[in-house]
DNA sequence: CTTGTTAATGCACTTCTGTTGCACTAACAT
DNA sequence: ATGTTAGTGCAACAGAAGTGCATTAACAAG
């Protein structure tokens, strides 16, 4: 399979990284990062606070929210009913809501990852509507689960 | 454009449609039914609340459980957070996970609803992913709030 | 028509996720 | 070194979803 070689932030790089999207690179917001860029699968809050067990639920909630807006982590819905977040890939342009990559939401491992090569279709929708965004979440077997 | 007619059932058949699907047709599942009925817009468990102000939330709640595992409801997960319950259409599929028609979700009147004649079209996966299900919304403004 | 069983309803309570207010502390520029 | 701004931690709240249990209604069998 002839998979893209994408250019992950290597971890030292963390804290310029965050400098260029206007965020302070505080020793939480580093170590969250870190988190998420070793972790293909989107991760939900109750996971991040899982994983610092030491961390305040609330700083986590706020630094994800600061990575939202900010323009590095988009949220994503995969019907769980708990949003999950993944980073943003170089030049996503999730935040002005153009970026339709789908997910995928496996049903073994309950785990949701980010099909970034894979873009939504067209949609022909009736008259009188106009799309402005679009979520597509496929439910079934991953690759590592389905061996 | 050229809609397809569908036949929805009479409000007088609910009771013989309702024991058709194995549900009791008590007062209160009527009563739900012919609400779900009447709206084209799916509904969340507190639309359902607020419009029967004088019944219990439980008793709801459980209705429409009731509906859904019965096969003549489904879920709509719009991304909005919240949950929302469409009536099934003849022939609907939904409850063996084929019947992939698509929602929308207007942003100006906050509604949200099943586009039956538009199915997600296929995707192509990469090697190893098997799908089994797909979740599509389109979000944007739909044809009564477009003039 | 009565009776017994099963299912439905209503109330209270719990859990989970997301969110905000506020005081305290750390970061950074001057 | 110091003052302002931003980040952190605690507590508390809100909304939706779900459960346990006692009460009531539905319905089939006698």
Redesign the pocket.
């Known amino acids: 399979m002839k998979t893209k070689t994408i250019e992950k932030p290597q971890l030292s790089n963390i804290e310029p990284l965050l400098q260029k999207s206007n965020?302070?690179?505080?020793?939480?917001?580093i170590l969250v990062y870190k988190f998420l860029l070793e972790n293909e699968a989107a991760k939900?809050?109750?996971d991040i606070e899982n994983h610092f067990a030491k961390?305040?639920?609330?700083?986590l909630?706020?630094?994800i929210?600061?990575f939202e807006d900010k323009g590095i982590v988009h949220q994503i819905d995969d019907g769980t009913?708990?949003?999950k977040y993944a980073l943003c890939e170089e030049g996503c342009n999730c935040e002005i809501e153009t970026d339709l990559h789908l997910h995928f939401h496996c049903k073994i491992c309950d785990e949701t990852i980010c099909l970034t090569d894979h873009k939504i279709p067209q949609i022909n929708l009736p008259n009188g509507f106009s799309a402005e965004n679009a979520n597509l979440v496929i439910k079934g077997i991953c690759d590592k689960c389905s061996c």
């Not at 961390?55 to 700083?59: G, L, Q």
Request: hydrophobic fraction near 30%; charged fraction near 25%.
């Open positions: 965020i302070r690179p505080t020793a939480m917001r939900a809050l109750i961390s305040d639920r609330t700083t909630y706020r630094t929210k600061t009913g708990t949003a």
